[in-house]
């Protein structure tokens, strides 16, 4: 099946900081989506971009589904922000109904 | 704005029991799904379901778990003799077009199996 990775794994920033989240994926895709889990287990979607860029507030993402891969931009980091992010992707290759692959996500602490 | 909604938030069981957790998709919604994530590892996919029946199913989705819409509105997964290993987060996601749309996840359920 399709490989999802991401990077960083971990990563710690002081409160205004920027950052940039990447998740490489091994096929072409018909969906991908990035997501915040908070501190009590939700998921909160974030992005639905299987190509192009999107902004909204802070966050912004760009994917460029030729290169496989996408980039989740998060500026002026607030202490909300932190949590793990994932990058979950649909191959292109696979039936209708398709469940999404998550990668394993970047763990994002935001330091006051 | 609708909203994937789950029930119970958290369940506690004794192993060998079934439990059934329950999900209310988006209305107008045609695929469902279900996720598992085992505390501190990523989201898995369990099942797809769609027209009324199983349309993909992962490795981890074996003979103790099964799934059912039961009337318009619910869909349900069962496990039906639960195990210590069975305890995770549940999540229940729908959307209007499979693979071409994006999916909309529930709150998640948290079981914990003793």
């Known amino acids: 099946g399709i490989q999802v990775e991401q990077s960083p794994p971990d990563l710690i920033l002081q409160e205004g900081a920027n950052s940039t989240l990447r998740c490489n994926f091994s096929d072409s895709v018909n969906n991908l989506q990035w997501f915040h889990q908070n501190p009590w287990g939700q998921l909160i979607n974030l992005f639905y971009i299987p190509s192009g860029t999107k902004q909204n507030g802070r966050l912004s993402a760009t994917t460029v589904a030729t290169e496989r891969y996408s980039l989740l931009y998060i500026s002026s980091s607030q202490t909300t922000d932190s949590g793990v992010y994932f990058c979950?992707?649909?191959?292109?290759?696979?039936?209708?109904?398709?469940?999404?692959?998550f990668g394993k996500g970047t763990h994002l602490i935001i330091q006051p | 704005e609708p909203e994937v909604t789950q029930t119970p938030s958290h369940q506690v069981t004794q192993m060998g029991q079934e439990v059934i957790l329950r999900c209310v998709p988006i209305?107008?919604?045609?695929?469902f799904y279900w996720y598992r994530q085992i505390l501190g590892q990523k989201v898995e996919f369990l099942v797809s379901f769609y027209n009324n029946e199983i349309s993909e199913k992962s490795e981890i989705f074996d003979d103790q778990f099964s799934v059912e819409r039961p009337d318009g509105s619910n869909f349900t997964l069962k496990i039906r003799s639960t195990k210590l290993e069975d305890s995770a987060m549940y999540f229940c996601?729908?959307?209007?077009?499979?693979?071409?749309?994006?999916?909309?996840f529930g709150n998640g359920t948290r079981l914990t199996v003793t």
């Open positions: 996601a729908s959307s209007a077009q499979g693979r071409n749309s994006p999916l909309h």
């Open positions: 209305s107008n919604h045609l695929y």
């Open positions: 979950a992707v649909v191959a292109s290759s696979g039936g209708g109904a398709d469940g999404l692959t």
